[in-house]
């Protein structure tokens, strides 16, 4: 039997989060549940356990398949869950969203010159 591992570490070593404090700040601000229940970064993971994950927009729901507390490979990290196929298709139609909103946002071909920053300050002010 493997021994118990935070739900704050495993987000880390899983990869879902840069940095252990950063997953635990996430999970103490309820953007992780523990199937279906807001949790404690202590909270320990099981093997069959589900996670709802939601990071900049997106949301993942995965199931937890092994377990570990050392950061490893983006490889070995992806074995240790399984996403549900709903929830790649709803993740990838939201990117999709993000890319048509990025791609339809105006941008300025160049610095503006002097006459045009002259007339920005003026609107803002």
Do not use: C
């Not at 999970?27 to 320990?44: A, E, F, I, Y």
């Not at 490893?72 to 999709?96: D, F, I, N, W």
């Amino acid at each position: 039997m493997s021994e118990p591992v935070r739900i704050d570490k495993w987000l880390w070593a899983a990869r879902f989060y840069k940095t252990r404090s950063i997953a635990a700040h996430a999970v103490s601000g309820g953007k992780v549940q523990l199937n279906g229940d807001r949790v404690k970064p202590s909270r320990t993971v099981r093997v069959g356990d589900s996670l709802e994950i939601n990071r900049n927009g997106l949301s993942w729901q995965i199931e937890v398949l092994i377990l570990s507390a050392r950061r490893g490979p983006a490889s070995v990290a992806q074995a240790l869950y399984q996403e549900s196929e709903e929830s790649v298709r709803k993740r990838e139609a939201v990117t999709e969203q993000f890319r048509l909103a990025s791609a339809s946002t105006p941008r300025p071909q160049g610095k503006p010159d002097k006459k045009s920053r002259r007339q920005l300050r003026s609107l803002k002010w």
